[in-house]
């Protein structure tokens, strides 16, 4: 489904009926709000709220021996661990998140009548395949560093509540293929940032064999961004009937397997520590 051509009738809008919206704006005055006070009362009352609130959750003890060990040498240096594993499930449940995202979308696209030489379902398969095997690499990870991969902690109980957004827009049968990629667009921009975060985390706490292939997954997610920027100007310029000037895709570099490439942006967190 594209967006319509011509426009239907939106009454969404005051200015269609300024006769009742002057009615209407009448109407909330005479029933005023039936407490005093303004937005800093209202601040100085949620501040009580959430001096009384919990934490979300907590992060998960190790269960092996060696990430107990891991987790205490790390106190003694002054290091957290526990906040890498933390980010580690926040990571988990995005990319859960992100594989349920494509697979809605991948659905869109077979059953849209989008322009020609827009988004293609073999592109749209290609980063599917990309989010779920980053999806295992990360529970790999976790269990690596004497995690649980099916505990929630407290990043990925945020990240989960972060992305029910995302799902919806993805999920709505009325929506389109250009609205559902400006949904795409705003889950890779959190995705890039977050992977970039993790390589960080990782590098500090000395989990080498870990960095490789982080690195891996986010030079993946740069070009996932790439691509899907890509089409959210394509669709945009397409529908308003701008003939928009050619711009090289990203592709895969040379020498890669499927769902792998090379990031072109230099990594710089190693060498500054």
Request: hydrophobic fraction near 35%; include cysteine; proline fraction near 5%.
């Amino acid at each position: 489904m594209s967006m319509d051509k011509q426009p239907r009738m939106n009454r969404t809008g005051m200015n269609l009926k300024p006769g009742e919206s002057h009615e209407m704006i009448d109407g909330a005055m005479k029933y005023p709000p039936s407490s005093g006070g303004d937005g800093f009362v209202l601040l100085q009352e949620r501040a009580v709220y959430i001096g009384q609130g919990e934490p979300i959750g907590s992060i998960p003890l190790p269960l092996t021996p060696r990430g107990a060990v891991e987790t205490v040498k790390g106190v003694a240096t002054g290091k957290q661990p526990l906040i890498f594993a933390d980010r580690l499930g926040e990571r988990l449940a995005f990319e859960r998140s992100g594989t349920r995202l494509y697979q809605g979308f991948l659905g869109k696209v077979m059953s849209a009548d989008t322009p020609k030489g827009s988004v293609s379902a073999q592109e749209v398969e290609e980063i599917l395949e990309d989010e779920h095997r980053h999806f295992l690499l990360l529970r790999r990870a976790i269990e690596m560093t004497g995690g649980d991969p099916t505990a929630v902690t407290p990043a990925a109980d945020v990240a989960a509540v972060q992305s029910m957004g995302l799902v919806q827009v993805l999920s709505d049968p009325r929506t389109t293929v250009d609205q559902c990629l400006c949904a795409l667009l705003t889950a890779e921009l959190a995705d890039n940032d977050g992977w970039e975060l993790l390589i960080a985390l990782a590098d500090g706490l000395g989990h080498k064999d870990l960095v490789s292939e982080f690195e891996e997954a986010f030079a993946n997610e740069e070009r996932h961004l790439m691509l899907v920027r890509s089409w959210v100007q394509d669709f945009a310029m397409s529908e308003a009937g701008i003939t928009r000037k050619s711009a090289a895709k990203p592709t895969r570099a040379r020498g890669t397997t499927k769902g792998t490439t090379t990031s072109t942006t230099k990594r710089t967190t190693r060498s500054q520590t």
